[in-house]
């Protein structure tokens, strides 16, 4: 095989594979790095999870392209044999737990000391408090600035003082509504050498959602339905995720619905495939809603809801109204699984 073919194949694994992954990815958990900058403008190594990433992918390079269309074909059938919108969930799936969650890396400074910038969630929705917490290993500070600006225009949305604490400071602010996108927080600290600025970046959205209840599930060949009553201020192509536990609190599924809704009251429709669902009678939980109006076009950014309430109990349901039958696979992922068979062989 020469070098040209190498690379076309190898190119098209990765788009297959980023196509394969889009709807994990998209459900990331939100890790956002706080930076640092002093007069000296020191350049910050990689972490080690960087560092092992590296030596990863290049392990990965070395190994015959046919192995690797063998892996990847064998993988995504696996992957498909349980629908994308009921996948099963475990307690160690700790960013679907907790999507919200902000994961700051410290930022190492001179002769061992560390600082991180911590916002108690990655988005805060309108009327939510936003709480910042700056922690320091290894030194002090006299004083800490905190410094909002929104990152679409450069406005200065607020500028107040931080409160010490015992691990070094803390401030929460008020939401406003106008706070609306992507916001870059800035913290200005007095040390006793020399001045240190601290960045880091999270979300503030006005929600454009609302879910305000649960309606009783249903079955549907072999999918529990669950719909969920909302009302949207905006129409648009919205997306749901939400958390399915079972009554002793134990995660079962994250499920995922899309749907074209227009202003005003609507139901969405979640769906839980019986594969994944424990032989009970008990009632389940529904819970850690994430509720999107997605990009209607370049340019718009991505909007976000809420619910009424954190989580909902529903009512007993009875398992024997679903059908057994394995979930079968749509014409698109036959189609892609056809394709990374051919490339395999």
């Known amino acids: 095989m020469n070098k040209a073919l ?5 190119t ?34 990689a972490t ?20 690797q269309m063998q ?92 409160q010490p ?11 406003q509504q106008n706070w609306d996108g992507p916001v870059t927080a800035e913290v200005q600290l007095q040390t006793g050498s020399e001045p240190l600025l601290l960045r880091t ?21 072999a999918d529990m339905v669950i719909p969920v009553q909302l009302n949207a201020e905006l129409a648009g192509h919205y997306r749901l995720r939400a958390n399915l536990f079972d009554a002793k609190r134990q995660p079962i599924a994250v499920l995922t619905a899309r749907a074209a809704l227009q202003s005003g009251s609507n139901t969405l429709l979640l769906r839980a495939h019986r594969s994944v669902l424990p032989d ?5 939980w529904l819970t850690t809603f994430q509720l999107e109006r997605l990009s209607p076009a370049p340019g718009e950014p991505t909007r976000y809801g809420d619910s009424t309430e954190p989580e909902y109990q529903l009512e007993p349901f009875s398992l024997h109204q679903l059908s057994n039958a394995p979930y079968q696979p749509d014409e698109q992922e036959q189609q892609r699984l056809r394709l990374l068979q051919q490339l395999a062989q």
């Open 48 to 67: 080690e999870q960087q560092a092992g990433s590296l030596v990863t992918s290049s392990e990965t390079r070395q190994q015959p392209i046919q192995h």
């Open 280 to 284: 009970t009678n008990e009632s389940f």
């Open 71 to 162: 892996w990847l074909a064998s993988a995504y059938a696996s992957e498909i044999s349980i629908p994308a919108y009921s996948r099963p969930l475990t307690p160690d799936d700790s960013q679907l737990l907790a999507p919200n969650r902000f994961i700051a890396q410290p930022v190492p400074l001179k002769h061992g000391a560390s600082a991180s910038l911590l916002p108690s969630q990655y988005r805060f929705l309108y009327p939510e408090p936003i709480e910042i917490q700056l922690h320091l290993q290894g030194f002090s500070a006299q004083t800490a600035t905190l410094r909002l600006r929104h990152e679409w225009t450069g406005e200065l949305l607020i500028e107040q003082v931080m």
């Open 201 to 221: 970046g999270f979300e503030i959205s006005a929600p454009v959602a609302q879910i305000t209840g649960i309606a009783n599930s249903y079955g549907e060949g």
């Open 12 to 45: 098209l694994s990765c788009l297959l594979l980023a196509w394969w992954l889009w709807p994990t990815a998209a459900i990331a958990p939100q890790v956002s790095a706080t930076t640092a900058t002093s007069l000296t403008e020191q350049s910050l190594p």
């Open 6 to 10: 190498l690379l076309a194949v190898g």
């Open 165 to 175: 604490t015992h691990h070094g400071f803390r401030l929460q602010l008020a939401n």
